[in-house]
Nanobody, 114 residues
């Protein structure tokens, strides 16, 4: 059974930093592409960052230069380091795994105050 458990969200002031973690289990993490998405109130879920099984990364234009996605295959964990946070980054952040089909975590709230 695939499980994705996010942590690390919270309340931070504008300009601050947070690191999100997603602990994975129930599938072969090392060969799976992983990603982070977010959904703000009243908006559609959007892709924030992705990392392939070989470590290639990609980012939404809105977070380039501020966010960094990484993975630790030994710990079966994917991270999202978020720096220079802005109020518009406020959203629920979801971890995504591409293993046969898409799998999602329960989400973690990130709130950036101005």
């Amino acid at each position: 059974q695939v499980q994705l458990v996010e942590s690390g969200g919270g309340l931070v002031q504008s300009g601050g930093s947070l690191r999100l973690s997603c602990a994975a289990s129930g599938f072969t993490f090392s060969i799976s592409n992983m990603g982070w998405y977010r959904q703000a109130p009243g908006k559609q879920r959007e892709r924030v960052a992705g990392i392939t099984s070989t470590g290639s990364t990609n980012y939404a234009d809105s977070v380039k230069g501020r966010f960094t996605i990484s993975r630790d295959n030994a710990k079966k964990t994917v991270y999202l380091q978020m720096n220079s946070l802005k109020p518009e980054d406020t959203a629920i952040y979801y971890c995504n795994a591409q293993w046969r089909v898409a799998h999602w975590g329960q989400g973690t709230q990130v709130t950036v105050s101005s």
